[in-house]
């Protein structure tokens, strides 16, 4: 280091041949090089000695008068001025390179990843949200699917009929989209069958993504799914058995195609949550799709959906042997967040954690755990750490969180699967039709709320959401138009977090190594339960005196009313696992480590 000798005047610029410059103003340095610090300047009263590097500038003058003043945009003293261009481009530079470091020290460069055809990750994560909007959990769109079943007379020979063929009641004449009760009940027992499936096979696609890979477990839900739809392109009103092997295979296809296209977040190790709300968003707006066909189809006719099977379903089959990888991306490893969560009593304790960063957790979790349904067992050298395992997840299992979780998710599922099926008994024509609208937009208030989560945590944004169930049922009761579209508002609400919020909970609540098991159990039986729906639905149709709905719509308040009462246990139960885990210990900074004066 050398010092030229030459005090600095105000305005001026220094530069060197590493291409430093300092831009002086009224006796202050203000520094645009990546080296501040280490080449610089020294202040004086009134002005600058500069310091470089031997050799300034013409041999003896570092001093050159800038053309223009620019604008100021760096912070140094308190003045600001805009980069040099080269600076502005090493900085970009920069960036790059200290990502790809980050990522290698982290475990998972971006860029060292190998993706199908060496196709951009952005422009890959374009197609796997484009193929969740088109063949995602499209079923949930029932409002129109059903009418579209009914309008095609699906089911119409359970309705009684004359010698002549002709009906004895027919509720199409009165304006109904049906001929009687029992073809309305068994179409709209439709739904919770391919929900309790839907829910079974989540724990199979895990499973199926460990052994065969994201490629083939991706391409065989295609193959559900187009085969599902097929299924129902053939439909007549006299067919029986094809119709629910249709709408099984709709539900083995629902999580078999989903799950893969949640490992690309690996490809982001910076921000898995953005990926994991894109996707989530895409799966709320695959539930258009039906909406969609009872629009473009003409009344009666399913044979369309042959179309959508081929164009959809089948053209992702193709998309997927192409875009798909066969072995799953590289994960990064795990996070000191997900380290301390080992521990129940700690993991309840975490605050500060982003719904983003949670879900994407959970997500991770889901697409790669729940095939360890059976894990401990498969091989005889970590039979210890196995039994291990499995005593703490059946500690987990019966422990009163996890039990109380579970009577939530029972009672979150019938709440939605009595509402879907009886959409048509609760809601006018118009609200029916809205509902078909609006549940696609579903993902609008999950994004609200899962910010709102961050704030206050999961379980206020539960009593939130089960406070909009309570408030959907309670706006059915009236026969009042108005009343029918804010019951469809608030119902959009209580879908948004329909299973997300279980995630969560148990992402926060329990050991991050059992999330898989822990969430599937959780879904298996909610799913199976639900069917409970289905004969409560007919004999509620089937009353005598009319008031079949009503009743099972008061008990259905009455049952969210003491969902409160869980969630304020899970409340207490969380308050008190503060209590023992005690403060987290903050880690030491830089201050703690410069010796006292």
Same mark, same amino acid.
């Given at each position: 280091?050398?010092?030229?000798?030459?005090?600095?005047?105000?305005?001026?610029?220094?530069?060197?041949?590493?291409?430093?410059?300092?831009?002086?103003?009224?006796?202050?340095?203000?520094?645009?090089?990546?080296?501040?610090?280490?080449?610089?300047?020294?202040?004086?009263?009134?002005?600058?000695?500069?310091?470089?590097?031997?050799?300034?500038?013409?041999?003896?003058?570092?001093?050159?008068?800038?053309?223009?003043?620019?604008?100021?945009?760096?912070?140094?003293?308190?003045?600001?001025?805009?980069?040099?261009?080269?600076?502005?481009?090493?900085?970009?530079?920069?960036?790059?390179?200290?990502?790809?470091?980050?990522?290698?020290?982290?475990?998972?460069?971006?860029?060292?990843?190998?993706?199908?055809?060496?196709?951009?990750?952005?422009?890959?994560?374009?197609?796997?949200?484009?193929?969740?909007?088109?063949?995602?959990?499209?079923?949930?769109?029932?409002?129109?699917?059903?009418?579209?079943?009914?309008?095609?007379?699906?089911?119409?020979?359970?309705?009684?009929?004359?010698?002549?063929?002709?009906?004895?009641?027919?509720?199409?004449?009165?304006?109904?989209?049906?001929?009687?009760?029992?073809?309305?009940?068994?179409?709209?027992?439709?739904?919770?069958?391919?929900?309790?499936?839907?829910?079974?096979?989540?724990?199979?696609?895990?499973?199926?993504?460990?052994?065969?890979?994201?490629?083939?477990?991706?391409?065989?839900?295609?193959?559900?799914?187009?085969?599902?739809?097929? +299924? =129902?392109?053939? #439909?007549?009103?006299?067919?029986?058995?094809?119709?629910?092997? *249709?709408? @099984?295979?709709?539900?083995? !296809? $629902?999580?078999?195609? +989903? =799950?893969?296209? #949640?490992?690309?977040?690996?490809?982001?190790?910076?921000?898995? *949550?953005? @990926?994991?709300?894109?996707? !989530? $968003?895409?799966?709320?707006?695959?539930?258009?799709?039906?909406?969609?066909?009872?629009?473009?189809?003409?009344? *009666?006719? @399913?044979?369309?959906?042959?179309?959508?099977?081929?164009?959809?379903?089948?053209?992702?089959?193709?998309?997927?042997?192409?875009?798909?990888?066969?072995?799953?991306?590289?994960?990064?490893?795990?996070?000191?967040?997900?380290?301390?969560?080992?521990?129940?009593?700690?993991?309840?304790?975490?605050?500060?954690?982003?719904?983003?960063?949670?879900?994407?957790?959970?997500?991770?979790?889901?697409?790669?755990?729940?095939?360890?349904?059976?894990?401990?067992?498969?091989?005889?050298?970590?039979?210890?750490?196995?039994?291990?395992?499995?005593?703490?997840?059946?500690?987990?299992?019966?422990?009163?969180?996890?039990?109380?979780?579970?009577?939530?998710?029972?009672?979150?599922?019938?709440?939605?699967?009595?509402?879907?099926?009886?959409?048509?008994?609760?809601?006018?024509?118009?609200?029916?039709?809205?509902?078909?609208?609006?549940?696609?937009?579903?993902?609008?208030?999950?994004?609200?709320?899962?910010?709102?989560?961050?704030?206050?945590?999961?379980?206020?944004?539960?009593?939130?959401?089960?406070?909009?169930?309570?408030?959907?049922?309670?706006?059915?009761?009236?026969?009042?138009?108005?009343?029918?579209?804010?019951?469809?508002?608030?119902?959009?609400?209580?879908?948004?977090?329909?299973?997300?919020?279980?995630?969560?909970?148990?992402?926060?609540?329990?050991?991050?190594?059992?999330?898989?098991?822990?969430?599937?159990?959780?879904?298996?039986?909610?799913?199976?339960?639900?069917?409970?729906?289905?004969?409560?639905?007919?004999?509620?149709?089937?009353?005598?005196?009319?008031?079949?709905?009503?009743?099972?719509?008061?008990?259905?308040?009455?049952?969210?009313?003491?969902?409160?009462?869980?969630?304020?246990?899970?409340?207490?139960?969380?308050?008190?696992?503060?209590?023992?885990?005690?403060?987290?210990?903050?880690?030491?900074?830089?201050?703690?480590?410069?010796?006292?004066?």
């Amino acid at each position: 280091m050398a010092r030229c000798g030459r005090q600095c005047s105000t305005d001026q610029v220094l530069e060197s041949h590493s291409g430093l410059s300092y831009f002086l103003r009224g006796g202050e340095c203000v520094s645009s090089s990546r080296h501040h610090g280490l080449l610089g300047a020294i202040q004086t009263n009134r002005g600058i000695h500069a310091v470089s590097s031997p050799g300034c500038l013409n041999g003896t003058s570092p001093l050159v008068t800038p053309p223009r003043v620019p604008r100021l945009t760096e912070n140094c003293g308190n003045h600001r001025r805009r980069h040099p261009r080269r600076y502005r481009h090493w900085k970009r530079n920069h960036l790059r390179r200290a990502q790809n470091m980050k990522g290698q020290a982290d475990g998972l460069p971006p860029t060292a990843q190998a993706t199908p055809f060496h196709t951009n990750r952005w422009i890959l994560l374009s197609v796997y949200a484009m193929q969740v909007v088109v063949t995602g959990c499209v079923y949930f769109g029932w409002a129109p699917l059903s009418s579209l079943l009914l309008s095609a007379g699906v089911f119409a020979f359970k309705c009684p009929t004359d010698e002549a063929g002709k009906f004895f009641v027919d509720k199409r004449e009165e304006g109904k989209v049906f001929i009687c009760d029992e073809q309305d009940a068994a179409v709209q027992h439709l739904y919770t069958i391919t929900l309790a499936v839907h829910f079974g096979t989540s724990a199979l696609a895990g499973c199926l993504m460990d052994t065969l890979g994201p490629k083939v477990t991706c391409m065989l839900g295609q193959i559900f799914n187009a085969s599902g739809w097929l +299924f =129902l392109s053939s #439909l007549t009103p006299e067919s029986h058995a094809a119709v629910y092997f *249709g709408f @099984v295979l709709i539900g083995m !296809g $629902a999580d078999t195609a +989903f =799950l893969p296209t #949640l490992l690309i977040s690996r490809l982001f190790p910076h921000c898995p *949550g953005l @990926v994991i709300t894109l996707l !989530g $968003a895409a799966s709320s707006v695959s539930f258009v799709v039906p909406l969609v066909l009872w629009s473009l189809l003409p009344s *009666g006719e @399913v044979s369309g959906c042959m179309w959508y099977a081929c164009f959809g379903p089948g053209l992702f089959f193709v998309i997927a042997a192409f875009m798909m990888p066969l072995k799953p991306f590289k994960a990064p490893e795990k996070e000191k967040q997900k380290q301390i969560s080992q521990s129940p009593h700690v993991s309840a304790a975490m605050e500060g954690d982003s719904f983003l960063h949670r879900t994407a957790i959970s997500a991770h979790d889901k697409a790669s755990g729940l095939a360890t349904l059976s894990a401990g067992t498969s091989t005889t050298e970590n039979t210890g750490s196995s039994i291990i395992a499995s005593a703490s997840i059946f500690r987990s299992m019966i422990s009163e969180r996890y039990v109380l979780i579970v009577m939530y998710f029972i009672g979150v599922s019938w709440v939605s699967a009595f509402y879907q099926e009886s959409h048509s008994r609760l809601l006018a024509d118009g609200p029916q039709k809205f509902l078909g609208w609006m549940l696609p937009l579903s993902f609008v208030p999950c994004v609200l709320l899962g910010r709102c989560s961050d704030w206050t945590g999961i379980l206020p944004v539960m009593a939130v959401v089960n406070a909009s169930g309570v408030l959907s049922y309670l706006c059915s009761l009236s026969s009042n138009a108005g009343s029918g579209y804010a019951s469809v508002l608030f119902f959009m609400v209580y879908m948004s977090l329909f299973s997300s919020q279980v995630f969560v909970y148990v992402g926060e609540a329990f050991p991050a190594s059992h999330f898989g098991r822990l969430v599937g159990t959780i879904e298996l039986i909610g799913g199976l339960i639900s069917l409970i729906c289905n004969p409560v639905y007919t004999a509620a149709v089937k009353s005598q005196d009319g008031h079949g709905i009503l009743r099972v719509q008061v008990f259905l308040i009455v049952l969210m009313a003491l969902e409160f009462v869980v969630i304020g246990r899970l409340m207490t139960l969380q308050r008190k696992a503060h209590v023992a885990a005690g403060p987290l210990r903050r880690p030491p900074s830089i201050k703690d480590k410069l010796p006292e004066p």
